[in-house]
């Protein structure tokens, strides 16, 4: 069992749908919570870095963290042409060894 | 403020020469991490420096790849004999202690 895991996808949505993002994670020493957006031949960029559970808001982007069924989630309202790619969520216990999921590709058709 | 920087951004090599990459952190970050991205995966840890010093090369092959990380600063990668296996995406980051990381552009490898 991998350690962090997602829908590889692709997931296809139309312009200004609300796009729902989603990892599971085994490991429940994790603390940190980050999403990152990486487009094709490019370095991942950081979206959000989150510690433990709870909500965290950044404009259009929205990242959630439910500790107790070790789920993590990133919303994207008002989604844009612009916002496809592949999405990243990785986690750590705390600066050492941060593990990544596989990504989700997301395309959003305008 | 100037982002992660590293070169070269392509290399194609055959297997068992060598490559070295290089990498240069955002200032005044303290933690500087190598990554391998497989296409189709996402990166994985190779090595994690603190300042000089290594936190983690768990992942690292250690038989064929280096890294090291003077003064502080800039650090290099070197893979030695290259396998057909290492054809991947060479990530470098850094971050502020334990933050969130900022990625360089990356440099693509071919091993033919």
């Known amino acids: 069992q991998k350690e962090v895991e997602q829908d590889p996808g692709p997931l296809s949505v139309p312009e200004g749908a609300i796009v729902s993002l989603n990892c599971t994670y085994s490991?429940?020493?994790?603390?940190?919570f980050m999403w990152y957006r990486q487009y094709s031949r490019k370095g991942p960029e950081l979206l959000m870095y989150?510690?433990?559970?709870g909500n965290k808001e950044d404009g259009r982007f929205t990242a959630q963290v439910d500790k107790s069924s070790k789920y993590i989630s990133l919303f994207i309202r008002d989604s844009q042409p612009s916002d496809s790619a592949t999405y990243l969520c990785a986690s750590h216990t705390g600066g050492f060894k941060t593990i990544f999921g596989a990504g989700t590709r997301l395309f959003v058709k305008a | 403020e100037a982002g992660v920087a590293q070169s070269p951004r392509y290399k194609i090599i055959e297997k068992r020469q060598s490559v070295a990459f290089w990498c240069n952190p955002i200032?005044?970050?303290?933690?500087l991490y190598w990554y391998q991205q497989i296409l189709g995966q996402g990166p994985k840890l190779l090595i994690q420096?603190?300042?000089?010093?290594?936190?983690?090369d768990s992942q690292l092959p250690k038989d064929r790849f280096s890294a090291e990380r003077l003064k502080g600063v800039d650090s290099t990668l070197k893979i030695q004999p290259a396998k057909l296996e290492d054809s991947a995406v060479y990530l470098c980051?850094?971050?502020?202690?334990?933050?969130?990381?900022?990625f360089g552009p990356g440099t693509r490898l071919t091993v033919t």
């Open positions: 200032s005044g970050h303290a933690t």
């Open positions: 490991n429940s020493a994790f603390q940190y």
């Open positions: 420096f603190q300042n000089n010093g290594v936190v983690d």
């Open positions: 980051a850094s971050s502020l202690e334990s933050g969130g990381q900022y």
């Open positions: 989150t510690y433990s559970s």
